[in-house]
Structure formats: C-alpha cells, structure tokens
C-alpha cells in the first residue's frame, strides 16, 4: 500500500508554475496541490524538498512505439516491460502502446500481449491503451511503415482488432481517402475510438469530409500528409482550421522546424496540441543502425532514417519535448508542460484522472531539474524511478 509523501518546491498546476507549492499524495491519489501556506492538514512524515526545477504532472505519450531497444510490435511482456521502464526515466507515467504496418497476425500477437500486460500491470509508466497506426494507411505516404502489408480498412478487420483490444483501443491512425476508409472512421467513431487523419494523401475537401464522418484529430502534423498549399489546404490546411480538433506534434526540430512548431502552437493552442515522441527502439541507445519493422535505420545524433533518408519515427522522449517548445519556440513553461501531459490525457479520455496536478488525481508525478532532465518519476503516488546522484 502507498504511504502518504508530499513534494514542496515550484509546482506547475493551473497553467501557472507556482512558487513554495505543495503537493500532497495519499494512498495514489493528489489529496492537495496548491500553495504550501493554504495546506491546513497536518503533513506526512515524508516530506521531499525540490529545490530546483518543476514538480509537474506525469506525461502522457499517446504515440510511441518502443525505446531502450524494445518495440511494441515485439510482443513479448519483457519488451514492454523495458519500455514502461525506460519511459519512466524520461517522465511518462502513462502510454498508448502503438503499433505500426504489419501483417494481421503480428498486429492480433501485439495487441493480445499488450491487453496481458495492462491487466498484470507495468513496472514504470503505464499502459493506458493502444494506438493502432497502420495498416490502413496510403501507400504513397507509408514514411518508414511497410509497404507489403498496407490494407484497405475492412470493416470485418476492423472490428475483430477493436474487440481483441478489449476496450483498450484508444486511437487509430488512418488515411480517410483509401477504400472503405469512411465507412470504418464512421464505425470506430461509434465505438468511442480517437480517429485520427495520417500517413495520408486525402484533398483538402476528402479531409474536411473526413471529419463530418468522425475524424476527430491528426497524427504527427505536417508528416506523411498533404502539406499546405494557398490553392489546396491538403490535410495539414484542415488540422489548421478545425480549430476544435486536436493535433499530434513530434517536437525534436527535426520533424517539424521551430518556426513551424511555433506556428501551430499558435493556431491550435495548449489545449488541443498534443506533444508525442513517435519514438523507436533506437531511443535512449544512441548512434547506430536499428530495426524498424523490418527495415534498417540509421540512427546519427537527433535523426534516425531509413538508408533512402526518410525519417524514420524518432528518438525523442517528452521531456526533451517539452524544453524544445519552451526554448525554441517560446512556448511559456507551464503550456509545454500541459501539451505533455493535460492535453494527451483528455484527447484520450483520461482528463478526469491524469494530466493534472489537483485534488482528486492519480499521482502521477515528473519532477524535472533546471536543465529539463527527469529527476524523479511517480505513478499512481509509488516512485518508478529517481536519478542517481
């Protein structure tokens, strides 16, 4: 059973970062989080002093496919138990296991193991569902998926994943101008499942169809889809206008460049811009030649490609994410931070329970230092890691 703690230090809550803040944590959940003078109850015993840098909410990665030389389409639970580790180091507390273009059997073995290690429960960050990126994606915007087992989305294919997640299916990445696209967005929408526009070469007005069917947000904005043009919005013009959907962003500078990054921040805000890491098993290991499905990738300080120079996901984590849109594109503290952890958990349902530092929460907690590196990571108030001195 967790024993009641407290933290005392900067913490980032209600969009501000509030000086001599204390949080509060009892039995794995935030009892208080606020001000240290406006506590009235008596505290902990244990009480830990943050004397520099954040006390934030954990972060909730919603695209991410491996790390640490793991990758969810292995399907092992050792594999995605390194990964729930590995992520632990870096912040995330919380996880949409994603998986990418494989043949039917490979993705049913994903999900199966997937669905096994929720119910056994994660050793660092948690499982809270399944991104299904691929197979039903357009061919001629793969990026680094493969090819040989792109699909048209049957309805019958469809829902046979949807019911082998068993209710952990939180979003699925698809490209709306295929065959049979609109009829399984429609479906899928109905189920209560994030559909999300990617890995696509739809119009403008595909698109914005599309979202009259169930199209609800867009995967890693501005790759793999049809760019902005002022005589043709392709996808990217529709995930800009739709004001009230929400938007995936890889934040590392290489996918997106800064002044790009800052021009969609602007338009969608905090509250409907997700930060994700899309990373790979290359992440954390550094330079080297990597698997991603099957293909080579070349890994070289912040890039990793595929040997034609396609990117190939990435290498970032979040908390890295969060320092690059507050230090390249002015992004205020406590809003990169959210885009981290607030925004991801309500695009997935989760708002009521994580993304937040308030009474009533999960305790799920990233302490970062001054210099954004991840100090000490809490998931549902029990501590997962904590860097060495």
């Not at 949080?23 to 406006?38: K, Q, R, S």
């Not at 049809?226 to 996918?255: C, W, Y």
């Amino acid at each position: 059973m967790n024993q009641a703690f407290a933290l005392r230090g900067t913490v980032v809550t209600g969009g501000t970062c509030l000086e001599d803040g204390l949080v509060v944590v009892d039995g794995g959940t935030i009892a208080y989080a606020g001000a240290a003078a406006g506590y009235a109850g008596p505290l902990p015993e244990r009480v830990e002093m943050v004397k520099d840098g954040w006390i934030c909410p954990g972060f909730v990665d919603i695209h991410m496919h491996g790390i640490a030389g793991c990758d969810t389409m292995d399907g092992t639970p050792e594999s995605l138990q390194t990964i729930s580790r590995a992520l632990a180091r870096f912040g995330v507390t919380s996880f949409l296991a994603t998986t990418m273009t494989a043949s039917y059997a490979e993705l049913e073995k994903a999900i199966r193991n997937i669905a096994e290690v929720s119910r056994a429960g994660t050793e660092g960050a948690a499982v809270a569902g399944i991104h299904l990126e691929g197979p039903w994606i357009n061919p001629r915007y793969k990026g680094a998926q493969n090819e040989a087992h792109i699909v048209a989305p049957k309805l019958a294919e469809v829902r046979r994943l949807y019911e082998l997640a068993g209710g952990l299916l939180k979003v699925v990445t698809i490209a709306p101008e295929q065959p049979e696209a609109l009829e399984a967005i429609r479906w899928l929408k109905e189920q209560g499942v994030i559909v999300s526009a990617g890995h696509t070469g739809a119009t403008f007005a595909q698109a914005q169809h599309a979202v009259e069917c169930g199209v609800q947000h867009f995967t890693h904005c501005f790759n793999a889809m049809t760019g902005l043009h002022h005589r043709e919005p392709g996808v990217v013009g529709a995930a800009m206008v739709h004001e009230q959907l929400s938007t995936e962003l890889i934040a590392d500078g290489e996918h997106v460049h800064p002044a790009v990054m800052r021009i969609l921040y602007r338009l969608k805000s905090a509250g409907r811009l997700a930060l994700v890491s899309d990373s790979m098993r290359a992440a954390a290991l550094g330079d080297g030649v990597y698997d991603l499905g099957g293909q080579e990738v070349h890994v070289r300080g912040t890039q990793a490609k595929l040997a034609n120079g396609t990117l190939a996901g990435s290498i970032l984590t979040l908390n890295r994410a969060v320092q690059n849109m507050v230090t390249l594109c002015g992004v205020p503290l406590p809003e990169a931070v959210a885009m981290a952890s607030q925004t991801p958990a309500e695009i997935v349902g989760l708002g009521g329970q994580k993304g937040r530092l308030e009474a009533g929460y999960d305790a799920d907690i990233t302490v970062l230092n001054p210099s954004y590196g991840v100090e000490a990571t809490y998931v549902a108030g029990r501590r997962v890691y904590r860097a060495q001195a």
